[in-house]
């Protein structure tokens, strides 16, 4: 990392690698035994700005090289339901400095949330698809079909790099079957296929409960036409999955990466499309990404554009519990995972990655102290970094005091 990157820290809310992220106003970074620099950073805390609660990250690079770091804003309480607003901070230097929040979308007293977004790297729009539910319907109630509405689906989107949105539009016929209750999109980032018969389509990962089963399935929905109009594509052949991401391998093959609920496994399912993501293959394990049951992210290393067989992959890495945010390097399109860093150890949850124009990498997770929503946490990073392996850290220099 150059000499200016190491300078332009200083301004931002800091968290130092190797322990619990640090105070506010305290930006930093922190060498690994290899002297590998690594930068971390505090962009939504919770309890800040009017918010109970900051969850469900969604980071992504625009195709003018911008940041785009979206949550939920849970107004009263830490529940997935409730008065939830959808927000949004914008980097224009690579993450070295921030805007301010900004509402992407309040439905005072409703929850709007499942932030996933996607570039369409023909026009430069983002496209951001989000759901909505009236607050006092909680999920097991919209499941079991008591609820006084049911899970509905939206779309904004952004012509401007991320600095206005659209008001909202509703897509739920499009995207819902009518025997499907609980609905999510993401939450993270969809994907714009790069090759073969589909090259351009937005594909956007989801997942539903269906009604008679109450079994829970990943789908995705797609664009033909740069996000003007959105239909459903395939879903998973077997249940026992729901929050997914998308990424796409060489030669036109697409990818889901699921949370999965089969505990005799306690590992990520996966599943294949060979059609742009109109139908998927039987779920298989991949037993090296390990889950306590939890959301994740993949994405693709092609800095530029350019396909390669490197995939990036982050999650809680452990069995049982949420702890332990991890991020995994695969050289052949997911088959091995031969390198992997802890981004922090402690009580650390949902994940986003993305890659920067400059190769380097960046990840926005949950994390914290006594639990995983305390902050979502900015972390960038150099390739090598992965490459090097395990090597431990060397200890941080913030500190929960705010002392450097």
Known sequence: MDKKRRTVQRGLTGACAGGPPGGQGCGSQTEGADSTPIFQARLFVSGVGGYHTCRIPALITTKAGSLLAFC??????????????????RSADLGNSWSDQQVVWDDAGNTCGNPCAVVDEDTGVIWLLMTWNLGEDREPEIIERTSRDTRRVFVTYSEDDGLTWAPPREITEEVKRPDWTWYATGPGVGIQIREGLHAGRLVIPCDHIEADSKACYSHVILSDDHGQTWRLGGRTPQPGVNECQVTELTGGRLMLNMRNYDRTQQARKVSISEDGGTTWGPLYSDPTLIEPICQASIVGYA?????????????????????????????????????????????SAYSCLTVLPDGDVACLYEAGVESPYEWLVFARFPLSWLVDGERPLLPGCCQLDNRC
């Open 72 to 89: 939920e804003g849970r107004k009263h309480s830490r529940s997935d339901s409730g008065d939830i607003a959808l927000l949004v901070r």
């Open 303 to 347: 800095p530029g554009g350019e396909m390669s067989d490197k995939l990036l992959f982050s999650n809680p890495a452990h069995r049982e519990k949420r702890v332990n945010i991890t991020v995994r390097l695969s050289n052949d399109g997911g088959q091995t995972w031969p390198a992997r860093r802890t981004l922090y150890a402690g009580p």
